[in-house]
């Protein structure tokens, strides 16, 4: 059975950072897209931010020039360094590996909670 885990989620003031990582149990690096997608409370889950196997991102007009992905292929995760946090980041963010139509994973999520 294939688990994707997050972590690094947590609570902080409006301003600051948080790295959320998101390790796999199987190989991910050669995952057509990697990504992170969140859900506020009462919304649809949404993009975040997503790096393809060549390693080409694609953010949320939300968050770009705040949040940065990136795929660790050592380690076999993908992270996403996320400044300048805003209360409307709050949300469960939910990593997320893709290789083709039928294998596509999620994690489980974690909260992550910017206070004003």
């Known amino acids: 059975q294939v688990h994707l885990v997050e972590s690094g989620g947590g609570l902080v003031q409006a301003g600051g950072s948080l790295r959320l990582s998101c390790a796999a149990s199987?190989?991910?690096?050669?995952?057509?897209?990697k990504g992170w997608y969140r859900q506020a409370p009462g919304k649809q889950r949404e993009l975040v931010a997503t790096?393809?196997?060549?390693?080409?991102?694609n953010y949320a007009d939300s968050v770009k020039g705040r949040f940065t992905i990136s795929g660790d292929n050592t380690n076999n995760t993908v992270d996403l360094e996320m400044n300048r946090l805003q209360p409307e980041d709050t949300g469960v963010y939910y990593c997320?590996?893709?290789?083709?139509?039928?294998?596509?994973?999620w994690g489980q999520g974690t909260q992550v909670t910017v206070s004003s």
């Open positions: 199987i190989n991910i690096n050669n995952a057509a897209f």
């Open positions: 997320n590996a893709r290789f083709n139509l039928l294998q596509t994973y």
């Open positions: 790096i393809t196997r060549g390693g080409s991102t």
